[in-house]
C-alpha cells in the first residue's frame, strides 16, 4: 500500500483554514464598512440613495469559500490512511 505525504495533508488544512480565515475577514470588514457608527447605516459615504445592501455579494463570497474549503476537507479526509 502507497504512504501518504502528511506534508500534502498538512498543507491541504492550512490551506482551508486559511482560506476560511480570509472569508470571515472580509465578511467582517465589509459589514462594518457598510453598517459604520452613526446614524443609519453611514459608512464611508452619506449618500444613502446609492447604498447598496452588502450580503448578496457576501452570500455569494461564502458560497464559494464554504465549497472551497468543504472539498480540501473533503480530499483530506478520504485521503486519511486508516
Avoid: Q
Wanted: hydrophobic share 50%; with cysteine.
Amino acid at each position: 500500500m502507497r504512504r501518504r505525504a502528511p506534508a500534502a495533508r498538512i498543507a491541504r488544512t492550512a490551506l482551508a483554514f486559511a482560506l476560511l480565515t480570509i472569508t470571515v475577514w472580509l465578511n467582517a470588514t465589509i459589514l462594518i464598512e457598510a453598517y459604520g457608527s452613526g446614524p443609519p447605516y453611514h459608512g464611508r459615504t452619506a449618500n444613502m440613495d446609492k447604498w447598496t445592501h452588502p450580503l448578496p455579494s457576501l452570500i455569494s463570497l461564502d458560497v464559494v469559500g464554504i465549497l472551497v474549503v468543504r472539498a480540501l476537507v473533503y480530499r483530506t479526509a478520504c485521503r486519511a490512511d486508516p
